[in-house]
């Protein structure tokens, strides 16, 4: 492309290009460029018998504008070309990451389109800006409309109607730049059946008024289009000639049939082998098949044969059919066999985790799956049970399939929340972000919806205030501000200290959920902060009564204490929750920290032990063992955990000069130590 944008006499020996620009007088600047919109694509009056009818004018306008800043130099007309093409690459590249999910399937479909040399040679001729335009447009309005979709239930009214007359506005637009862009709207209504509602007729015209009414809309405004289209040019179908169109030109009914119904399979055949390309497919482009014995029937036969059997196996094949009454019952049995035996393994499954008993589970799971593979239940039941055995990794794996078979909130939320805590950030604010899109509609819970919607917004915000995005993150929340709206953690707002702003966004967020226990316990910290000590008290309170199970409560609450120095109470609560999570290293440690400030360095040493055996290679869990059990007289011992700190952390200077004090007062007892 970029030695086509710069071969100065390309297109001017093309008597096609020709047409469109050296001798279209709608270019010249003595031309009225009102004319644009009375004539065709080459310059003739749209009501003249002679027109071709092809009426583009926005593509004729941007050819003026390109004659105006460099008269007929080939350059200029080609850089448009590829900046279009670059556009729309963008923008389909967007379009399958909201279909696809993103990811690298997204990547590879944005680097075909932008490759396939079908499309690149629309870029390399410059009449191709037709195509290119109206790809813009319709990939413009297509995303409009999507948007449109996602934000129903969610957002104002005048937000859904203006992303909706964007979606019209854009589908006229396209159809200005080719004809063919008018189908977007039919595009449109496709997706929003199809895709984004899933429903079958039926279910259409017995349960979505407001959705018939969309189509109805898209409908009417494409009829509008058509209308108005055939209006302007004199009411009348445009004439080809023959050499526009040979295969509707000729006298034999078998070789228009033939020729029409062989069309589609080139066209295929060309979109995955391009071996052909050429300037303008009309004329004698695609020989005509004038009889039976063209060998080319042959190709035809087999690209229908292929996509009858593509319908078949695609529609019928989950179809189960009876042949007589008496066979019925066994017939049955033998069809449910599968769902039988997978519904009891997975009942299985439930027993055996409420029991504690994770292998036994894990492995009834599996053994369901392997009866039904896509079972997106079963999916997700066994990614959270990986997930609580701290296989993120094979968590992961199946949250992703159960995502693949049924798109649910809670299977995006955990994957969301193991790509953030795996570093993967910017694929979890994707998955957080499409899993804020999905709509509440033909739901039979729609509370557990917006609870589901509220953590995955929850986990964003927490995401973009770890990022250091807080202007972006308050933006976010003014734009939540109209309940019922999910929680977002207003932190951001603290950090750039808008403590009023931050409370009432606590509130608000409590208002719409008010069991949310991470609002409670931030809250409490707000609170605590601007010396509302009574209150904030009530705050921790309030999250540990929502989950007294959860010792991160209890740690929170166990800091506040600390910090009023009611000590022995703060180490009851630090206590309390080393033994429920007893396998959570932050907790644990923390813990330890606590005892330790409260003076109870017996109690300390214990859980200073206990998170260094959780993380055995972290050189400041070892530090802070050593540092215990050198305050507690156990001097060989803090020296052996000194020792290995500084093995896995050389230059660390507190706990060399620690070692240095340790080892005068082992040299003034008399004990033998390692020092050089």
Excluded at 434 to 441: G, K, Q, R, S, Y
Excluded at 524 to 530: E, N, S
Aim: net charge neutral; with cysteine.
């Amino acid at each position: 492309l970029l030695v086509e944008c710069f071969l100065s006499d390309h297109f001017l020996s093309l008597s096609l290009y020709s047409r469109a620009i050296k001798t279209n007088q709608d270019l010249l600047p003595e031309t009225p460029w009102t004319n644009i919109f009375y004539d065709d694509f080459w310059g003739t009056l749209l009501t003249h018998s002679g027109s071709h009818k092809s009426y583009r004018p926005l593509c004729t306008l941007s050819f003026r504008l390109n004659h105006a800043v460099g008269g007929l130099e080939p350059w200029g007309y080609h850089l448009v070309n590829v900046v279009l093409h670059g556009a729309v690459t963008g923008l389909f590249t967007s379009l399958a990451r909201l279909l696809l999910g993103g990811g690298l399937w997204s990547l590879l479909a944005g680097l075909l389109f932008a490759s396939h040399p079908i499309h690149t040679e629309a870029v390399a001729g410059v009449v191709g800006r037709a195509d290119e335009g109206a790809a813009l447009f319709f990939l413009l309005s297509l995303l409009c409309y999507i948007r449109h979709c996602r934000l129903r239930g969610r957002a104002g009214s005048w937000r859904l109607v203006a992303w909706f007359l964007g979606s019209l506005g854009c589908a006229a637009c396209s159809m200005l730049w080719k004809e063919l862009g008018v189908t977007v709207l039919a595009v449109s209504a496709l997706y929003d059946v199809c895709v984004f509602h899933r429903l079958k007729l039926r279910q259409i015209v017995v349960k979505n008024a407001h959705l018939l009414l969309n189509v109805f809309l898209l409908a009417a405004w494409g009829f509008f289009l058509l209308a108005c289209r055939f209006y302007w040019m004199g009411n009348k179908p445009p004439n080809f000639s023959n050499s526009d169109n040979p295969a509707a030109d000729s006298p034999s009914l078998i070789t228009r049939t033939l020729t029409f119904f062989y069309l589609p399979a080139v066209n295929f055949w060309l979109l995955l082998c391009p071996d052909t390309l050429s300037f303008d497919w009309s004329m004698d482009a695609v020989p005509l098949i004038r009889s039976l014995a063209d060998w080319r029937n042959f190709h035809t036969v087999v690209f229908y044969s292929g996509l009858l059997l593509l319908a078949w196996f695609g529609l019928w094949t989950h179809r189960t059919f009876f042949t007589e009454h008496s066979e019925l019952v066994n017939e049955e049995n033998f069809y449910f066999l599968p769902v039988i035996l997978n519904t009891s393994w997975g009942n299985l499954g439930n027993v055996l985790k409420s029991q504690g008993k994770m292998e036994g589970a894990e492995q009834a799971y599996r053994n369901a799956l392997y009866y039904r593979s896509n079972m997106a239940d079963m999916l997700y039941n066994l990614g959270l049970l990986l997930q609580e055995s701290n296989k993120f990794s094979e968590a992961l794996h199946y949250y992703k399939l159960a995502i693949g078979s049924r798109p649910t909130l809670a299977s995006y939320l955990n994957t969301g929340i193991i790509l953030m805590n795996q570093g993967r950030l910017d694929e979890a604010k994707r998955t957080f972000l499409t899993c804020a899109d999905i709509p509440d509609e033909n739901l039979k819970d729609p509370h557990a919806h917006k609870s589901s919607v509220t953590s995955c917004l929850y986990n964003l915000g927490k995401l973009l205030h770890e990022q250091g995005h807080q202007e972006y993150e308050s933006d976010v929340f003014k734009q939540l501000q109209h309940p019922p709206k999910p929680l977002i953690t207003p932190c951001a707002y603290i950090r750039l200290n808008k403590l009023t702003e931050a409370e009432f966004w606590y509130r608000e967020s409590l208002r719409a959920k008010p069991d949310h226990i991470p609002a409670h316990l931030t809250y409490g910290k707000l609170l605590a902060m601007t010396g509302q000590k009574t209150e904030a008290e009530r705050y921790f309170l309030k999250a540990i009564q929502l989950d007294p199970t959860k010792g991160n409560c209890y740690m929170h609450y166990g800091q506040f204490l600390l910090e009023e120095s009611r000590l022995l109470e703060a180490a009851e609560m630090a206590k309390t929750a080393a033994r429920l999570d007893s396998g959570e290293f932050d907790v644990v440690f923390n813990a330890a920290h606590m005892l330790r400030q409260a003076s109870l360095n017996e109690a300390a040493e214990k859980y200073y032990g206990q998170a260094a055996s959780l993380r055995p290679n972290y050189p400041a869990a070892l530090m802070n063992l050593g540092a215990i059990l050198h305050l507690n007289g156990k001097l060989q011992e803090a020296e052996a955990n000194y020792l290995r700190a500084l093995q896995l952390k050389p230059d660390d200077a507190i706990t060399q000069s620690n070692l240095r004090k340790l080892w005068n007062i082992m040299e003034k007892q008399g004990l033998r130590t390692t020092s050089p």
